[in-house]
């Protein structure tokens, strides 16, 4: 599979998940009231298209995907990593939220009272990052390094991973996410690396929110959606964490690295950027983005709004 058919996958998942958000709307309401559903759904139609690329392709999901196993130490570093990397995160997500609300907070809060823990975490924690980290860390960044350079296959995946979102504030953090799990998927020479990553941070979100609104149901609202009159106060704030946590994250990256013998792998991300084979960015990838950003803006339902005026001009009276 390559950077050509990673594409397509792509604008495939992207024409996907629109039908099948209308395919709910209409006819299954249940589901997209229900948050687990609603995500278990959106989760294999992201994953399929890739999935049926690499075995048309004749890969081998195992090898092509790279879950390899690392170092017990590799793990627990890891789980520093992700503890390092989360005020750049927390800033990335204050710092959209000058134009737009908290897209975490908001759903997550309001159905909170109806999904009991264990079943929320198993949806966020442990479904979502296994699911997105078999598509963008393994089917898309795996396919992307075979046409082009490793620093390009990174930034590459880290849009879709971005864009999957729907929406500018995950977007924000998604991409950066995205490029950190990359770094920890060439430091480990495995996608469970990044896996780990993933679920620490939404598992982290899963426990925050019940142990914040066992004391209070608008409690985790408050906490996450600041005030606009703050946000200026708690992004100075993770400014100064971010300075301080993430030259550390980095340390412990490099510290991965040499535990896993490949330091200079993850060298070659930074110093090999010209290697070039074929092209990456093809049409159905412009069109794809071009699809999320149309959505994301709200231009949508502007654009659903004339072309349904233009029909009905052309009726006969």
Same mark, same amino acid.
């Not at 082009?148 to 864009?163: D, H, Q």
């Given at each position: ?26 006819? +299954? ?6 948050? =687990? ?15 049926? +690329? ?17 170092? /017990?130490?590799? =793990? ?5 990593? #992700?503890?390092? @990397? ?17 897209? $975490?907070?908001?759903? &997550? ?21 296994? %699911? ?14 075979? @046409?082009? @350079? #490793? %620093? ?22 998604? *991409? ?29 979100? =899963? ?7 066992? !004391? ?12 606009? !009159? ?10 100064? %964490? #971010?300075?301080?946590? &993430? ?17 200079? $792998? ?14 990456? =960015?093809?049409?159905?990838?412009? &069109? ?13 339902? *502007?654009?659903?709004?004339? /072309? ?10």
């Amino acid at each position: 599979m390559n950077s050509k058919k990673a594409n397509w996958a792509f604008l495939i998942t992207i024409i996907g998940y629109f039908g099948m958000v209308i395919v709910i709307g209409m006819f +299954f309401p249940f589901v997209a009231d229900n948050l =687990v559903l609603a995500n278990l759904v959106c989760e294999v139609v992201v994953v399929l298209p890739v999935l049926i +690329f690499a075995l048309v392709s004749k890969e081998k999901l195992t090898s092509f995907l790279g879950f390899h196993r690392i170092k /017990f130490r590799s =793990v627990l570093m890891i789980g520093l990593f #992700t503890f390092l @990397s989360m005020p750049v995160l927390s800033l990335l997500n204050l710092f959209t939220q000058f134009w737009v609300k908290n897209e $975490i907070a908001d759903t &997550l809060s309001t159905q909170q009272e109806n999904i009991p823990f264990a079943l929320m975490y198993l949806s966020v924690g442990i479904i979502a990052p296994v %699911f997105e980290e078999i598509v963008c860390r393994g089917g898309y960044y795996r396919s992307y390094c075979k @046409s082009g @350079s #490793t %620093f390009k296959a990174m930034i590459l995946s880290a849009i879709i991973f971005a864009l999957i979102h729907m929406n500018f504030n995950q977007a924000a953090y998604a *991409f950066i996410m995205g490029i950190f799990a990359v770094l920890l998927v060439e430091a480990t020479g495995s996608l469970w690396a990044s896996v780990l990553y993933h679920g620490f941070i939404n598992g982290s979100q =899963v426990i925050l929110l019940y142990g914040v609104m066992s !004391e209070s149901i608008d409690s985790y609202g408050e906490e996450m959606a600041i005030a606009p !009159e703050l946000l200026m106060v708690a992004i100075g704030v993770y400014v100064i %964490f #971010t300075a301080v946590t &993430l030259p550390l994250a980095w340390a412990v990256l490099m510290w991965i690295g040499r535990v896993e013998g490949r330091s200079q $792998i993850l060298s070659d991300i930074w110093t090999k950027r010209k290697q070039k084979k074929d092209k990456m =960015v093809t049409l159905p990838f412009l &069109l794809a983005v071009s699809i999320c950003l149309i959505v994301m803006t709200g231009l949508i339902g *502007f654009i659903l709004e004339q /072309f349904i005026k233009l029909v009905l001009m052309r009726l006969p009276s």
